[in-house]
Structure formats: structure tokens, C-alpha cells
T-cell receptor, first 111, second 113 residues
Framework: GQQVMQIPQYQHVQEGEDFTTYCNSS?????IQWYKQRPGGHPVFLIQLVKSGEVKKQKRLTFQFGEAKKNSSLHITATQTTDVGTYFCAGPIGSARQLTFGSGTQLTVLP | EADIYQTPRYLVIGTGKKITLECSQT?????MYWYQQDPGMELHLIHYSYGVNSTEKGDLSSESTVSRIRTEHFPLTLESARPSHTSQYLC????????????FGQGTRLTVV
């Protein structure tokens, strides 16, 4: 079925290193959203991308939406311990445009 | 701060008991969702609703049921809790447009002993 795939599932980085998570959809998306879930917390909305090839930045975070609107990435420059958590992408999938979440990437930042 | 609330936050209950997890939102959102999640892992959609008297099962097979009698309220009921139900349950809501974000409650961490 239609789904949103996300890689890697886990990533351990040393503090100060960069981190990237990738999201791929089996179908063209009208938009892609990114969420962050801190350990023990709940997912919190970070950003939404709508346009083909769109790039948005939030401080050290850079979000990209692919030209074909089927993939997206989140890149964190110079990770900090506060970046620890699970990052999810989500897109409207299917005839009901159900908001479907990727499997998430669990980021660990080693001090 | 999102106006979506879940109670209880933590619950330990014995096998075979009936429980209801509460979720309420004050944003007037039509769409509401229940997810099951092990810590930091994938979100599994178990039920959703697009409005009053509308409920659907999600991708994950679940022995739970839901109701949507009022827009703001979307309770989840387990008729007979089992240890395999031990998990975190997250409720979410969003507005009508495809471009709206989802707001999550703080979750209910359920342990069935």
C-alpha cells in the first residue's frame, strides 16, 4: 500500500557532527511535515513544506522537499545534546489524504 | 501550547479489566486520531475520526473501540486489557485542511499486569 518510508531508523552521532534523515513516499505528496519527539514526550510539529524543491531553515535545521515531491530530508548541522529525540516525517496519503507518518529516525547525540 | 488533553497520564491495571482512555481538544478540530507507540518507535494508527459519529479503524489491528459523540471528545476503550496492550497511547487532532499540522496530547502510558 501507499506509505512513507524513513531512513535510517537509528543514528548515533558525536556532539558537533552533522545528521541527516531521509523520507521517501511511494506517491507524490501535496505537502510534507516534520515532527520531533523528545524522549518521554509527544511529537511536536516542526515545519511544513509545500512547494517542489522547497528549502526551509530553522537555525541549525535545514528541511528540503524534492523536485518530484516524493522525498524530503532533514539535516541538522553541528548537533547538540538538545537535538536528541525521534524525528518523524508525515504526508497526506491515499484517497482520504490521511496524514501518514514515517517510521521515524531516533537520534542519539553523544557528548 | 496545544489544547489537547489526555487522561490519565499513567495507568497500571490488571489483566481483564475494562479501561477508557480520555482525549479532549478545545480547538474545534474535526479530525482526531489514536496512535499506539512503543518509546521512540513508529506511530501505529489504531483509530481515527473525521467528525461526530464518524470513526474508522487504522492500520494496526486493535482490540479497542472508540466513539465520537462530541467534536471535542474522542475516548478509547479497551474491553479486556491484556499485557500485550502495554504501550503508550497518543491522541492527536488536526483541522480540516490537508495543510494543517497535527497536535498531540501528552499521551497515556499504559501498563497491564
Amino acid at each position: 500500500g501507499q506509505q512513507v518510508m524513513q531512513i535510517p531508523q537509528y543514528q548515533h552521532v558525536q556532539e558537533g557532527e552533522d545528521f541527516t534523515t531521509y523520507c521517501n513516499s511511494s506517491t507524490t505528496l501535496s505537502n510534507i511535515q516534520w515532527y520531533k519527539q523528545r524522549p518521554g514526550g509527544h511529537p511536536v510539529f516542526l515545519i511544513q513544506l509545500v512547494k517542489s524543491g522547497e528549502v526551509k531553515k530553522q537555525k541549525r535545521l535545514t528541511f528540503q522537499f524534492g523536485e518530484a515531491k516524493k522525498n524530503s530530508s532533514l539535516h541538522i548541522t553541528a548537533t547538540q545534546t538538545t537535538d536528541v529525540g525521534t524525528y518523524f516525517c508525515a504526508g497526506p496519503i491515499g484517497s482520504a489524504r490521511q496524514l501518514t507518518f514515517g517510521s521515524g529516525t531516533q537520534l542519539t547525540v553523544l557528548p | 501550547e496545544a489544547d489537547i488533553y489526555q487522561t490519565p497520564r499513567y495507568l497500571v491495571i490488571g489483566t481483564g479489566k475494562k479501561i477508557t482512555l480520555e482525549c479532549s481538544q478545545t480547538m474545534g478540530h474535526d479530525k482526531m486520531y489514536w496512535y499506539q507507540q512503543d518509546p521512540g518507535m513508529e506511530l501505529h494508527l489504531i483509530h481515527y475520526s473525521y467528525g461526530v459519529n464518524s470513526t474508522e479503524k487504522g492500520d494496526l489491528s486493535s482490540e479497542s473501540t472508540v466513539s465520537r459523540i462530541r467534536t471535542e471528545h474522542f475516548p478509547l476503550t479497551l474491553e479486556s486489557a491484556r499485557p500485550s496492550h502495554t504501550s503508550q497511547y497518543l491522541c492527536a487532532s488536526r483541522g480540516q485542511s490537508m495543510n494543517t499540522e497535527a497536535f498531540f496530547g501528552q499521551g497515556t502510558r499504559l501498563t497491564v499486569v
